[in-house]
Nanobody, 125 residues
Framework: QVHLIESGGGLVQPGGSLTLSCAASGLIFGDYAMGWFRQAPGKDHVFVGCVSWSGGISYYANSVKGRFTISRDNAKNTVYLQMNGLNPEDTAVYYC??????????????????WGQGTQVTVSS
């Protein structure tokens, strides 16, 4: 059974930083591209970014480009989302997702095979 478990969320002041982690099990991690999405209250899942199976290629939504960085450690079956320069508009539940595909970017949530349970990020003073 596949599990994706996010961690690292919390409350941060505007301008601050957080790093989210997503630990995967039950799948051959290196066979999967990984995506990060976020969902604000009452809104749909929104694409944040994704990284290829090797970690060599990544794509980002325009709203986070230059502030967020996705990386992965295939030896640890973990993908990371480093978030800098956070602002209140970044407040959301953040989800990681896995897709067995070599084609990225994949911005549509419906294209992903597996999802984590999410971790809350709140940016507020």
């Amino acid at each position: 059974q596949v599990h994706l478990i996010e961690s690292g969320g919390g409350l941060v002041q505007p301008g601050g930083s957080l790093t989210l982690s997503c630990a995967a099990s039950g799948l051959i991690f290196g066979d999967y591209a990984m995506g990060w999405f976020r969902q604000a209250p009452g809104k749909d899942h929104v694409f944040v970014g994704c990284v290829s199976w090797s970690g060599g290629i990544s794509y980002y939504a325009n709203s986070v480009k230059g502030r967020f960085t996705i990386s992965r450690d295939n030896a640890k079956n973990t993908v990371y989302l480093q978030m800098n320069g956070l602002n209140p508009e970044d407040t959301a539940v953040y989800y990681c997702a896995a897709v067995q595909s070599v084609m990225i970017p994949l911005r549509d949530p419906s294209e992903y095979d597996y999802w984590g349970q999410g971790t809350q990020v709140t940016v507020s003073s």
